[in-house]
């Protein structure tokens, strides 16, 4: 079974651009988290969606916005990129996204701004 | 803010060593989960413990979880080349997100 897809692989931006970053979730997982994971750092909640309706939202500002689709594949926006957004965004599925549950992860987006 | 602290931060250790990281929280867990990542790519699940649970095991992995002490422990038996990787443990409440700790990076020499 595929696992996790996200596109692109690498990407780099210049500052005040915007980014569009792409999830493909595990075949019957409802559910899609994005989590940002800046050099040395664990990986930190940006959002979670589960059936099209975001359901938790981390400490992000309104730059990042994220939508899922009705096939449960997922896009995280940023807007007027800042040299801080550089980062690897890890996207994460689920059956139904709840604590009780695994989060499978994708390979991951690496952003550079410059 | 992550709610997770690993220790140490970086582990060197000679191949068939054993390795052991610490994790410590700050709030009450639903589970908590422990993920390696190799070279910045994408986490892989290691294994899940739930709050009434205090040792698992899988393969060459033993987790323990002392709720009281809000502190869980991941060792890695006989260790090979291919365990070289970061590792992090996650904690999952009673909402929806996983809360990192900032990880320890293992190295395992040949």
């Known amino acids: 079974d595929a696992g996790v897809t996200q596109s692109p692989t690498h990407l780099i931006k210049t500052r005040g651009q915007q980014v569009t970053l792409r999830c493909s979730p595990i075949s019957g997982h409802k559910s899609v988290s994005w989590y940002q994971q800046v050099l040395g750092q664990g990986p930190q909640f940006i959002f979670q969606y589960y059936e099209k309706e975001e359901r938790g939202r981390g400490n992000f500002p309104d730059r990042f916005s994220a939508r899922q689709f009705p096939n449960y594949s997922s896009e995280l926006n940023v807007n007027a990129l800042l040299l801080g957004d550089s980062a690897l965004y890890l996207c994460?599925?689920?059956?139904?996204?709840?604590?009780?549950?695994?989060?499978?992860f994708g390979p991951g987006t690496r952003l550079l701004v410059l | 803010s992550q709610q997770g602290e690993e220790d140490p931060q970086a582990l060197s250790i000679q191949e068939g060593e054993n390795a052991t990281m610490n994790c410590s929280y700050k709030t009450s867990i639903n589970n908590l989960q422990w993920y390696r990542q190799n070279s910045g790519r994408g986490l892989v699940h290691l294994i899940l413990?739930?709050?009434?649970?205090r040792e698992k095991h899988s393969g060459r992995l033993r987790v323990t979880l002392d709720t009281s002490k809000k502190s869980s422990s991941l060792l890695i038996t006989a260790s090979r080349a291919a365990d070289t990787a970061s590792y992090f443990c996650?904690?999952?409440?009673?909402?929806?997100?996983?809360?990192f700790g900032a990880g320890t990076t293992v190295t395992v020499r040949a």
């Open positions: 994460a599925s689920s059956p139904s996204g709840t604590s009780v549950e695994t989060q499978y």
């Open positions: 996650a904690t999952a409440s009673n909402d929806y997100k996983l809360s």
């Open positions: 413990i739930r709050s009434n649970e």
